[in-house]
């Protein structure tokens, strides 16, 4: 064995043991190489740097479960690697470049001073397991770094195990309130030292329906920052929402209009032509201290520009604009389609108790000229086939027919999710084929498949809107010929948006 490596075990070792000095000097050698370990696979810089963080943190927590420490950098790497692929779940050539908000970094060298902010957060983590009371601090520090168990752990401490159990529980979330109260205490007082405004309030847009699309959700912030506005069919179109389709298993009604919004967003402002910044996706984890604090500033930045802020998942499965902050209350102003303003604490932004992720949208406003047509077309075709990054229990473009089929046939339709998308999708294929009929009085030489695709997607519109009056929400009762009659109008729906497919995969413009 090397010296090198021989110092190197001997770090891991004491690092194994709990060693602060050994754990920081770690993150030290290899803040450099997780960080580019990671931009090699996501190709983004900042999130590269996130996933490094979430690496370390990991790394303190698993230490004890490596058992030959030369190994470790193989170890520490593999750990990193499937962090950042968990991250990318299959999205990363569809991010590359979309707008201004996400360039490639892949050639920038890491940030120094994010890097300090990174070590200084591991520290704040150590100063939270230490304000803990003793009982609360030996618990927690046998369970992380020692991996006792509840069980060993009672037996040592001579407690019952239930004690144990509520003494962790209480801990780990008294360390996690620690940690989001410092990150934005030391966010403010940044804030403070520039000069920054300290709470802003604006008139929210209007939201003209409860399940609004993000699309025209987009084209109320274009109105209110002076861009001429689009109609409804020409927004949904171009942004391709007319022909979106994601399917949750068995249609539960909590995870409709769930799809990767970031993903999904970014595509969408790069076809209307629009930059902005997004933060979150469906699946993730809730957002580490220093995340927060980042999608904070966001969210500021933008409100300080007189831009609101799209935002879903404020409340459940509703999308909706943070119109105003004041940072001596430390709230956000919120606003949905029912009209009522709730205050979200900044330390509670994107940690909901149930679990569901929080999206935002920050606007930036028009960079440049839309998708052309034929850009459009094409996206819209690879949507239909189910082109943009999975996610488990979903299905995207027409195999979510499939999946949706399954649960009638199966019996496990959720009916007020069933109800739900067949609202959606009613008015989306409607302005389908509103925006294709467009297409076709611009593109005469392409207008008959045109014309013949705006009827499939007419026709599908037609079969959902059949179907939802039959199945309101809560609908109940016998079973009857419910589910055949559903079955018969997904058939048809997916038959005729299959033409319809067809057809502009076909169109020359």
Known sequence: MTEANQELAVLVRRAKQGEPSACEALIKRYRGAAVSWARAIVHDGHLAEDIAQEAFLRMIARLHQLQDEDKFTPWFRLLVRRLALNAVRGARHAREQIVDAMPDKASEPADPERWQKRIEAEEEIRESLEALPERSRVVMTGSA?????????????????????????????????????????????????????VSVALDPPVISRPYAFLSVMVGEILRLIGHPPYAHAELMGISGEAFRLNVPRNCRWQDIATYDWSYAAYRMLEQLGVSGTCHGRPGSAAFAPEQQASLLASIQQSLDRGIPVIVRNMRMNEFGFICGYNDETREVRYRGYNREVLHCRYEQLGRNEDGRPLFVLCVHGKTSPPLNDAGVLRSIVRHARGQEPPLNDFAFGLAGYRLWLEAVESGTLDLSGHAYQVAILSEARQRAAEYLNLLADKYPRASG????????????????????????????????????IIHDGLTAARNAETQGVALLECCDL
């Open 145 to 197: 770094y020692r991996d006792e168990t509840p069980e060993e752990l009672a037996a040592r401490l001579e407690m019952k195990k239930s004690n144990v159990y509520n003494i962790l529980s209480r801990a780990r979330s008294k360390m996690n309130d620690e940690r989001y109260e410092k990150a934005i205490s030391h966010y403010l007082r940044e804030r403070r030292a520039s000069r920054k405004p």
């Open 449 to 484: 498949r045109l014309r013949a695709a705006a009827d499939c997607y007419a026709e599908a519109a037609g079969a959902f809107t059949r179907m939802y009056p039959r199945f309101p929400f809560g609908y109940g009762g016998s079973h009857g010929n419910r589910f055949g």
